[in-house]
């Protein structure tokens, strides 16, 4: 039998997986934007400066900052992880993508541009679905 605490760290582990191809999606897709701006990317180092600095990508931050700090709750091999660590991440999910919130509006509309792209919607179905299995 499955502890609980196995359990939640597998269903946690899947979203993060989720997030991260959503992330990429995104990401890509921010890109993509910058280039038709400014040419070209000069590969992964000047991608990187672009993401950690530039502020073209500066909206994609919230996102990397909880995926950060959900690969960090699930790396601590010493945490026991409950349902409060579900509700937590749910709850950090919901403020940056609910209107109400005005601290992550430039997430949102980075998002809300990059949703016309079929590799965002997807792994948009993909992490909201693992969201939804959360609540096994």
Same mark, same amino acid.
């Given at each position: +039998? *499955?502890?609980?605490?196995?359990?939640?760290?597998?269903?946690?582990? #899947?979203?993060?997986?989720?997030? @991260?191809?959503?992330?990429?999606?995104?990401?890509?897709?921010?890109?993509?934007?910058?280039?038709?701006?400014?040419?070209?990317?000069?590969?992964?180092?000047?991608?990187?400066?672009?993401?950690?600095?530039?502020?073209?990508?500066?909206?994609?931050?919230?996102?990397?900052?909880? +995926?950060?700090?959900?690969?960090?709750?699930?790396?601590?091999?010493?945490?026991?992880?409950?349902?409060?660590?579900?509700?937590?991440?749910?709850?950090?999910?919901?403020?940056?993508?609910?209107?109400?919130? *005005?601290?992550?509006?430039?997430?949102? #509309?980075?998002?809300?541009?990059?949703?016309?792209?079929? @590799?965002?919607?997807? *792994? *948009?179905?993909?992490?909201?679905?693992?969201?939804?299995?959360?609540?096994?």
């Amino acid at each position: +039998m *499955t502890s609980p605490n196995a359990a939640i760290r597998s269903r946690l582990d #899947a979203l993060s997986k989720s997030l @991260r191809a959503f992330h990429s999606a995104l990401l890509d897709f921010a890109k993509g934007e910058y280039e038709f701006l400014n040419g070209p990317v000069g590969g992964p180092f000047a991608l990187y400066a672009l993401v950690t600095g530039d502020p073209a990508f500066q909206w994609l931050r919230p996102l990397s900052g909880l +995926m950060a700090t959900l690969d960090e709750v699930l790396d601590a091999k010493d945490t026991r992880l409950t349902e409060q660590h579900v509700s937590d991440v749910q709850h950090a999910l919901g403020l940056l993508f609910s209107d109400s919130d *005005t601290r992550f509006a430039d997430f949102r #509309a980075g998002y809300e541009r990059a949703s016309t792209d079929a @590799r965002v919607r997807e *792994t *948009t179905a993909q992490w909201r679905a693992q969201l939804g299995g959360l609540e096994a």
